[in-house]
């Protein structure tokens, strides 16, 4: 079966997941990202690629963060955006996820970038479109966030340059986490040799080390020498029953804190997608140290979505 | 090696020489990547400009996005002085059909809207398809059917012309 | 009728023949085999060469949808689809609305089934009242009005002194109790296998232990209690062992897997596909290759269409929101021929598993031709493929993972109690 991401010609048509697209692919994506870290620092922040071109935001599940950044990457692009929150329209009467797509289509959207609580919506949209409508994954259940993977991988690109020599730690749920799959598909994919996760086993899923990561339980001996720490935030409202007893022991024994931080290299990177809990998986000091570049990840977020969007309207 | 080209640095001499006979002092001068920077640049030194060199990439302004894609290996664009106002000199390598031109235009003035811009190319190979003409030209070159003038720069900083294949761009 | 199916090859998995032979049928009933009884003439001669004439398929687990979910299915489109499948003898459970634990709804079924004068209609009644396993049901009243076993369907009693109270109810009147292993704490989250696949696409997962934790204590309980246990539905690995133990034991224990699970895994959710959202989930390639093998052995006794006829509404909706479900009743012979030429297993045996074991289960005198029993025949062409899409099935569920494939074995003619009921166009 032909990865639905791509189009005959094997260039991408969608970005759903991250997961099966060639390494190629990625480092063009992070190439072009960085052409548009110029255009984001320069006096006109415009360039005129989607001009005439409509993304339509649509948003099963609400995110102002995710949503903004989209939308600030389209308009820098020239693309006319809309946003629609739709929890609070139409599927509440009973409309079908792929009747809404089949509406807005009608009124002559381009692009599509789709948050959904449910693994697998946007595959399911991307199959139902015209050939000449892209499909950008902003967030599925707990499949993919394929954009945040992308913009945390040039994060570490910007900083450590080289993806063959690192060694990468994600801390916290990764069970329920699609920024965490996301990551790890990338990393892998870029040729990144040593990739860990740590966290409590409540929180890892199943047969995790499948996808090509080392499973630690013990934060001191996960962080031991790595040059990347990727805090993930701790989803209260994704966790259904007893997975944890409590954010206070969380932090105990996952909490990023300066001591824990020392075991890593002096000069890793400290990285959280955000939004961040202070005091419950990263310690303010952490956060507000010399060693995090979270703020440069929102940055830099910006200039890879526009990279994604200017690449997919490239290729029709 | 192609001898019925000629040295790209008597070109360049002999536009150096046009231009220090037109060109107002207040001149903002932008090279067009990547082969116009490289000249800008010299242009920029030899003449002893006050004004500081800018430089355009027009790959987020090619007409022909939507058939060929973002291309990788994308210079940062960079104007380091005021637009508003003022007299600006683009400069290219090969005039060819004037579509990079028109991008380079369309780039310069989103920065603002500027007083006057002339246009300086080392050579012109004819085969316009938009209404753009060279205020300052070194020479007219003919360039044989699906091929492409190029310009190269050495380690040293030393231009030549050669001709290439269409499909090597 | 009098009917001649002549030059036909016929395969009595109970019997244990596999010959080119001729079937007279009279009266509803099967004359004569091989030869014709005297003073037989026919009003209706079939030319079965090259077709398979078999015993009418059996099928433990169809939902007809009636009552209740008429705008799911109708009895009569399901009946339908069932004598296309060749399937003469059915089971239905009782997850109807409302569920049969009234002997009045079961006879109101058990009519409308007679009227329609299509398959023979085995209800299983429900075990405790609603389904919702607090109150028993009145069983003895039940098996009156037609029930021929009790069962849960896919609700699970959550208090075990209820469950060991029902299964030692049933016993004392020697009624069979159907069950599927759940444990309904670690599958209720779930909507996939717990393993690989959901993790890399971030599925909800039901671990294999949820089943065999669950079956683990139905063995236990009925180790006391001499309950007939028949299990639904298995998927894992680790419960064919434990099933092929309690065998070996002697307990009274009998399993069926459904036709979808012999050929499918994880592996095909693919690209989310919500048609493969079912339950059980397809679980790993081993838990496969452990069913498929177990049903080969005869450790698993049977294999049933579970047949679960659903809207495309309920199915063309993200994965984690689908209802779980796919139309079996005419792909339960298709695809258990494509079991057995996969498995090089002769289909004299490999369609036991169809027709003599199930009617075992169900305690009924089908699945077999012999002179004397009602005539339900099932004739088939084995050369010939059938190619599954919206307008070939008959049912109203168009919901399988095969829609599109062409599978092998295209029924010609179905006959229940001597009657024609289906003739392929």
Known sequence: MRNPQLNEKGELQHLLTIEGLPRAILTHILDTAESFVGVTEREVKKVPLLRGQSVFNLFFENSTRTRTTFEIAAKRLSADVINLNINTSSTNKGETLLDTVDNLTAMHADMFVVRHAQSGAPHMIAQHVASHVHVINAGDGRHAHS??????????????????????????????????????????????????????????????????????????????????????????????????????????????????????????IVMHPGPMNRGVEIDSAVADGPQAVILSQVTFGIAVRMAVMSILAGNS | MNNSLPDAEALYAELLAQLRAGIK????????????????????????????????????????FHQSGIKPDIKRSHIPFDVAGRHILLVDDVLYTGRTVRGALNELFDYGRPASVGLVVLADRGGRELPIEAQYVARRIAVPEGRMLVLDRDDAGRLSLRFDDESAS | MNTHIKNGRVIDPKHGIDAVQDVYIADGRIVGLGSAPGGFSAARTIDATGLVVMPGLVDLAARLREPGFEHKATLQSEMRAAVAGGVTSLACPPDTDPPLDEPGLVEMLKHRARELNLAHVYPIGALTAKLEGERLTEMAELRDAGCVAFSQAERQIVDTEVLWRALQYAAT???????????????????????????????????????????????????????????????????????????????????????????????DLAYFDSHCNMTPPFRALRDLEALRAGVREGVIDVVCSDHTPLDEDVKQIPFGEAEPGATGLELLLPLTLKWAEESKLPLVQALARVTCDPARVLQIDAGHLAVGTAADVCVFDPADWFKVSASTLKSQGKNTPFIGYELPGVVRYTFVSGHLCYEAR
């Open chain 1, 147 to 268: 954009t945040q993977g992308l913009l945390d991988a040039y994060t570490i690109r910007h900083y450590k340059k080289d993806f063959t020599g690192l060694s990468v730690a994600i801390v916290g749920d990764v069970l329920h986490s699609r920024v965490a799959r996301s990551l790890i598909h990338a990393l892998t994919t870029l040729g990144t040799p040593d990739l860990r996760v740590i966290g409590p086993q409540t929180l890892l899923p199943t047969s995790v080390e499948q996808l090509g990561v080392r499973v630690f339980h013990d934060m001191s001996l996960g962080l031991r020498d790595v040059d990347v720490v990727v805090t993930l935030r701790l989803q209260n409202e994704r966790m259904r029953g007893p997975l944890l007893p409590s954010a206070q022991e969380y932090f105990k024994s996952y909490g990023l804190t300066p001591e824990k931080l020392a075991l890593a290299k002096p000069d890793a």
């Open chain 2, 25 to 64: 002092p207040d001149t903002g001068l932008v090279g067009i990547h990547t082969g116009g920077a490289w000249l800008a640049e010299r242009l920029h030194a030899d003449l002893g400009l006050d004004v500081p060199l800018g430089a355009v990439d027009i790959s987020f302004y090619r007409d022909d």
């Open chain 3, 173 to 267: 009147f020697d009624f069979a109790v159907w069950l599927r292993p759940q444990d309904p704490y670690l599958a209720k989250a779930g909507v996939a296998h717990d393993g690989e696949v959901a993790t890399r696409l971030g599925l909800a997962g039901i671990p294999g232990f949820a089943e065999t934790i669950a079956l683990s204590a139905l063995l236990q309980l009925t180790r006391g209690t001499g309950t007939r246990l028949h299990l639904c539905r298995l998927s894992t690995a680790e419960a064919v062992d434990m099933v092929r133990t309690a065998k070996a034991e002697g307990l009274p224990v009998t399993c069926d897997v459904g036709a979808h699970h012999l050929h499918l895994s994880e592996m």
